[in-house]
């Protein structure tokens, strides 16, 4: 089966951005998550714009069937 990266339905605070990308890598969601806020606050909040981007263009887990 071919790994996509996918918005996590499990792992998620906001929309499942950070999980999905962490799910991908096979990392974990929480230092992933610190270093986005971190992004965020000192990229003059570029980090938020690309978590948007990607919320927007990054399917759901749940619309795609597993076999």
């Known amino acids: ?3 996509r990266l996918l918005r996590s339905t499990s792992n998620k605070w906001i ?6 990308i962490a799910d991908y890598f096979g990392w ?3 230092p992933l998550r610190l270093v ?11 980090g938020a714009i690309l978590y948007l981007v990607l919320w927007l263009i990054m399917p759901k887990a ?3 069937l597993y076999k």
């Open 36 to 46: 986005w806020v971190l992004l965020t606050f000192f990229t003059v909040f570029s």
């Open 15 to 20: 929309a499942g951005v950070c999980g999905g």
């Open 28 to 30: 974990s969601a929480d």
């Open 1 to 3: 089966m071919e790994k």
């Open 62 to 64: 749940d619309t795609y």
